[in-house]
């Protein structure tokens, strides 16, 4: 993807003034509240929002339509190198098949490289931003501002992944998404190529017994104390 391609999930255009970069850099494994804290964050402070979970959607989903991307580094890889903004908004990304398909592609280090220029170039924009994923905080931006490190137990995240999905339609159960869950994390953590983990500076919060607010609240109080050390 290129690096100045025009990002498909701003969501505040950011303060057009004098603040230059400052990034939140959100990683753990699904269902943990990324999403929805990052959400939150961007609303409060204006900055620019991107799921990078998206793009390696996009690209598990685009390699399973040719029908042997999602074992063929090679292919996966070309399409990661033509992935556009305007992919992130195809059809069928937030599914279950697409998730497993993403998990699939983003173990290829080629896959990964396509997409780095993009991200990085996002997370040092003008006037802050905050992206979600798996290895912000240690590959992608490991000079992040605020690093924080999701996490709740699997039943937990289970437990709301299948409320999501339930309304959204998909027939599904609570013991096939956390089944899913467990197989896509282990995937995640196992693989060579930037795995899932927690950056050494990043804060760990649990959002076990959180709910949204309360996860969104504790996030804020962590920017807003580095904001008002890079201020000072
Ligand atoms: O929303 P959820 O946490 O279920 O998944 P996601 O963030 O949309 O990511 C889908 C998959 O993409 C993950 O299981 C990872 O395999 C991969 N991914 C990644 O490798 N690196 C990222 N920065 C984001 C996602």
Not at 171 to 184: K, N
């Amino acid at each position: 993807m290129p690096a100045d391609a025009k990002p498909a999930m701003a969501e505040g255009e950011g303060p057009p003034s004098a603040m230059g970069a400052f990034t939140v850099a959100i990683d753990g494994p699904a269902g943990a509240g990324k999403g929805t804290v990052a959400h939150s964050l961007a609303e409060r402070y204006g900055f620019a929002h991107l799921d990078t979970g998206l793009l390696y959607r996009a690209v598990g989903k685009l390699a399973m339509d040719t029908g042997r991307g999602v074992i063929d580094e090679g292919a996966a890889e070309l399409i990661a190198r033509d992935l556009r903004a305007e992919h992130l908004g195809i059809d069928g990304l937030r599914s279950a098949l697409a998730a497993r398909a993403a998990s699939r592609v983003a173990k290829f280090p080629g896959v990964r490289k396509a997409l780095i220029a993009y991200q990085r170039s996002f997370a040092r924009r003008p006037g802050g931003a905050v992206l979600d994923g798996r290895d912000i905080g240690t590959v992608i931006c490991p000079e992040a501002e605020v690093k924080l490190y999701l996490v709740a137990t699997p039943e937990a995240r289970a437990e709301r992944r299948y409320r999501e999905l339930e309304e959204a339609g998909a027939d599904t159960s609570l013991g096939r998404v956390l089944a899913e869950l467990r197989a896509r994390d282990a995937q995640d953590a196992a693989r060579t190529a930037a795995p899932m983990k927690q950056a050494a500076d990043a804060h760990l919060l649990d959002t076990t017994e959180m709910d949204i607010d309360a996860a969104a609240a504790a996030a804020a109080a962590i920017v807003d104390d580095a904001l008002n050390r890079a201020a000072s």
